[in-house]
């Protein structure tokens, strides 16, 4: 690209491409405030207008819509998707109540009643539809979803009989398993950690839009960037109440807002950001996900675990303290420091050169499905010989939630659904899905999940301490360390995955 | 830290290099300390002797203790009172499966040993099961993943005969995986 170019020939100044305007941008922009069955909500209009207006100026053409029946909802969607095949970048911003049921997500249109455990479903629109349209398209994405708001349709549906034990988050939306978002720069921004409360706001926008909206247009700087001015910003205006989260694997820069007037590189980003990294394979996160997965490394203090968050974030502010400690810990591994003892003749020759502990101390354990696992039985004796008591139940569920398998509830309960997620699980490595594990399974899921699990747990302590099973005439509102395992994951999972794809922002989504 | 493992008072002292970053933190099993401790060279007299006289014959089934074999103390990580292998201790595995499928020890036969101390019965008898399933556990690990042939691992359970640490029963010490090199030389 022509930034590329001329950085190389000219070291000093650097000159931006020339407004992206080669580049077709599209947005698909949805405000839904006046809800027919419940409390309107003051903000998501106005949210969505300003969104709309914002990216307009960045030069998106947008497709909008406001206050959107299912109907509506369908049409404004296929419009986007027609418009969308033919862009190089687009936008999908979302303000409204949303929900999430099993770990789909949804958003909820104004028509919507959800008076029906059987109707419901036809009330309400599937948000990974919208993602699979922006997949299609083979571009970069980004996805706002601000629709953490409290949701008194979800309590409603919750307490109807016929909804058995189902998962509904009254909060919105759960994590979108960023799987699904393919391989072409992906962010993911939630008004707030997905299963919390995210405010409507008391001005005209909520806190989350109004941050977005201050800093989306910054010139010249790279999205990853915006994202900590946004937090900032967010956490500023709720007193510290509110997070957003901020799901990002692009693959290279992103800028919404490229000035292509000559300008030195001290000037290219405000004085209290860090500059942009400018390694074009740099998977950049938000601090939050970094300090998780570094807080990971530093417990364990394991050179795979380091080695680990260098892989992710080989510029990001803890690297040069990664890479000190697996210096340290490659130096004591090779050195025996203990005296009081004689490690003697190592004089038959090293067999094992000091380049394959090395590579072997920092290369994170990976489990494959040899043919002798293959061949291992795995079936409900196998499970129960296991004896796996009830953590270690919601510990198996919570891992195959992080490897992105939906297994339902964190409950403990080896059901059906969880079952079949053993299975999906157990074809996706190779494995006969019997729905059941044995030793050997078991193994491979936790050495797998290792790094995605530790970072989970640093962030939720607490998350395999008590079931989230709902009680059947009350919706779990207070467990929000759960429901967000329920969720599978959260940002740190998603970037320990080394997840790479498009932008989605989730604002908007009324969690 | 060296761990070492001195073999029912023979002079012998096996030892596994054990590098430890600080207290409670991962250890890291460097394969080159596995490889050295269990080097056929490492017999004590008792064992040279019988190899000698060519009445060595272990087939690994039976308590070794009171020979003096080639020897190294793994730190292998279990869930709690359980034979679960943690992460931890698959990633122990990965150094001890460098160490065996080195050159020179090809052919090489061990006893994997299990030592555990029921933290409820420190009177052995429930401590011998999960030791045995502990054993099992390994040998599984090793065969499986790293295409170790099943026929040069033999796994067995001590429960809590054979203490590390006599004087305190409840040492995680006491909670181990031996390697000992049973090949007939």
């Not at chain 1, 977005?212 to 990853?224: E, M, Q, S």
């Not at chain 1, 040899?370 to 009830?390: E, F």
């Not at chain 2, 690990?141 to 042939?149: C, D, K, P, W």
Request: aromatic share 6%.
């Amino acid at each position: 690209m022509l930034t590329g170019t001329l950085r190389a020939l000219c070291a000093a100044i650097v000159i931006l491409a020339g407004p992206a305007l080669a580049e077709t941008r599209v947005a698909l922009v949805i405000g839904n405030s006046a809800y027919q069955h419940t409390t309107p909500l003051a903000n998501p209009e106005n949210d969505a207008r300003d969104m709309a207006a914002k990216l307009s100026s960045l030069g998106f053409d947008i497709v909008e819509g406001y206050n959107l029946g299912l109907d509506e909802l369908e049409d404004t969607v296929r419009s986007f998707a027609r418009e969308a095949s033919r862009a190089d970048l687009s936008v999908f911003y979302y303000a409204g109540h949303g929900m999430s049921v099993d770990n789909i997500n949804y958003i909820v249109p104004i028509d919507a009643t959800l008076e029906s455990e059987i109707d419901w479903e036809f009330e309400v629109y599937e948000v990974e539809r919208i993602l699979r349209y922006v997949q299609r398209a083979n571009h970069a994405s980004l996805i706002f979803l601000d629709a953490c708001r409290d949701n008194p349709l979800a309590d409603k549906l919750a307490l109807l009989q016929g909804m058995g034990t189902r998962s509904i988050s009254n909060r919105g939306i759960s994590r979108i398993p960023t799987e699904t978002l393919g391989t072409t720069g992906t962010v993911i921004a939630y008004a707030t950690e997905p299963g919390q409360v995210a405010s409507d706001g008391a001005g005209k926008n909520s806190p989350f839009t109004a941050a977005v909206l201050n800093h989306i247009g910054a010139a010249n700087t790279d999205f990853a960037a915006l994202t900590s001015r946004i937090t900032r910003d967010v956490l500023a205006s709720t007193d510290n109440v509110q997070r957003p989260r901020f799901d990002i694997s692009l693959t290279g820069e992103l800028f919404l807002n490229k000035v292509d007037t000559p300008i030195t590189t001290s000037e290219v980003t405000e004085p209290t950001t860090p500059a942009p990294a400018q390694d074009t394979n740099l998977a950049v996160a938000n601090l939050t996900v970094q300090t998780a997965i570094f807080e990971a490394a530093q417990a364990s203090d394991d050179a795979a675990d380091y080695q680990a968050y260098l892989d992710q974030f080989p510029n990001g502010p803890f690297a040069p303290l990664a890479r000190n400690a697996i210096e340290r810990l490659t130096r004591v591994a090779s050195v025996p420091t203990d005296t009081e003892t004689t490690v003697t003749d190592v004089a038959t020759g090293p067999s094992i050169e000091q380049e394959q502990v090395t590579r072997m101390m920092s290369t994170p354990l990976e489990l494959t499905a040899t043919p002798a696992v293959q061949a291992q039985p795995a079936n409900a004796d196998t499970l129960r010989a296991l004896n796996l008591d009830d953590r270690k139940r919601r510990e198996v569920q919570l891992r195959l939630t992080l490897a992105n398998i939906p297994v339902g509830a964190i409950d403990g309960d080896i059901g059906p659904t969880t079952r079949r997620g053993i299975s999906a699980w157990q074809t996706q490595n190779q494995l006969q899905p019997t729905g059941y594990l044995n030793a050997s399974q078991l193994e491979i899921l936790m050495a797998n999940t290792d790094a995605a699990f530790r970072s989970h747990m640093a962030a939720n302590p607490t998350a395999l301490d008590a079931p989230v099973r709902r009680q059947p005439a009350q919706v779990s509102t207070g467990t929000s360390s759960s429901s967000s395992s329920n969720n599978s994951g959260g940002a740190a999972a998603a970037a320990a995955a080394g997840v790479i794809g498009g932008v989605i922002l989730c604002k908007a989504l009324n969690c | 830290m060296l761990i070492v493992s001195l073999r029912r008072g023979s002079a012998l002292c096996a030892l596994a290099a054990v590098l430890a970053a600080p207290a409670a933190a991962q250890m890291f099993l460097d394969p080159r300390g596995v490889l050295d401790g269990l080097a056929a060279e490492k017999a004590g007299p008792t064992v040279r002797s019988m190899q000698q006289s060519g009445s060595f014959n272990v087939n690994g089934s039976q308590a070794l203790s009171l020979l003096d074999l080639p020897t190294v103390d793994v730190q292998v990580g279990f869930e709690a009172d359980t034979a679960l292998l943690s992460v931890q201790g698959m990633v122990s595995l990965r150094s001890v499966a460098m160490a065996l499928k080195a050159p020179e020890m090809e052919g090489q036969r061990f006893q994997v040993a299990g030592h555990y101390v029921s933290a409820s019965d420190q009177n052995q008898a429930a401590s011998q099961p999960i030791s045995a399933r502990r054993a099992q556990a390994v040998v599984r690990h090793l065969t499986s993943f790293y295409g170790i042939a099943p026929d040069r691992l033999v796994p067995f359970g001590y429960g809590a005969t054979d203490l590390a640490d006599q004087m305190n029963p409840a040492s995680p010490a006491n909670t181990r995986i031996e390697l000992i090199n049973i090949t007939a030389q």
